[in-house]
């Protein structure tokens, strides 16, 4: 893995002679700053960032007058502490998801982990970045989990280490297409922690691609909680409804 990552790097530094870099997400423009870990002018502009204090609860906007968004005010108490996200799931940022998501578009792993890490205070209180796992069987079909790929990005700039540390023991039928309570029973019981012992005590960031009800991330950081870890939660988008 390690040679194949210097390897590839070595290929794009010979690539980037003679080819200028484009945004990984229209492939038309150049990136802000010519790196490949961002996005062009025209494509950030498209994406509603998180803006302001943040709702500590899902990391989205506040859109009110309470210390947390309306769309947490409604739901249960949550089993993390805290949240970070980079925009609300619409527009522009929807497509660079959904693209990251379904279309195999790996390399926007890149600007969307630069991004999150931007996010996050203080790294060096989390001993380890957890992505959500997915089973072998979506794997197979997908080819990739894209929480590890966005978690290996956010892992290269925070200095926080990566660890699988969430099982997928049961495969789910697709959330997207459950209702907000069929979504939770759907997901109960989906996930084991590997070396539970490793983690007690620890503080542990939780990442996602976006967050709608929760219920996926809830159930992931119950059992971390439930192994004595205490959890915070980073997403790409949060999904908002007002
Ligand atoms: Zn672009
Ligand atoms: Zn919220």
Redesign the pocket.
Same mark, same amino acid.
């Given at each position: 893995m390690k040679a194949h990552r210097s390897l590839q790097r070595l290929v794009r530094f010979f690539l980037s002679i003679f080819l200028p870099e484009r945004c990984p997400l229209c492939g038309e423009e150049p990136p802000m700053d010519d790196s490949p870990d961002m996005f062009c002018k025209n494509c950030l502009m498209s994406m509603q960032f998180i803006h302001g204090k943040p709702?500590p609860?899902? %990391? %989205?906007d506040i859109n009110g007058i309470f210390d947390?968004?309306p769309?947490?005010l409604a739901e249960p108490a949550r089993p993390w502490k805290r949240a970070y996200a980079i925009f609300r799931y619409k527009e522009g940022a929807a497509v660079a998801v959904r693209k990251f998501k379904y279309g195999k578009e790996v390399a926007l792993a890149r600007p969307f982990g630069r991004l999150l890490a931007g996010t996050i205070e203080h790294p060096e209180q989390y001993s380890e970045i957890v992505p959500v796992p997915l089973h072998w069987i979506r794997f197979i079909q997908r080819g990739y989990n894209q929480s590890v790929l966005l978690g290996e990005e956010l892992s290269r700039w925070t200095g926080i280490p990566l660890k699988r540390r969430l099982k997928r023991i049961r495969n789910t039928k697709h959330q997207a297409f459950l209702e907000k309570e069929e979504r939770k029973t759907n997901i109960k019981g989906a996930f084991s922690v590997r070396k539970p012992e490793q983690i007690k005590g620890k503080r542990v960031l939780l990442i996602d691609d976006v967050m709608t009800t929760g219920s996926t991330l809830a159930e992931c950081a119950e059992i971390l909680t439930n192994a004595g870890a205490i959890v915070d939660i980073a997403i790409i988008a949060?999904r908002?409804t007002r």
């Open positions: 709702c609860v899902c %990391g %989205g947390t968004c769309d947490c949060r908002q």
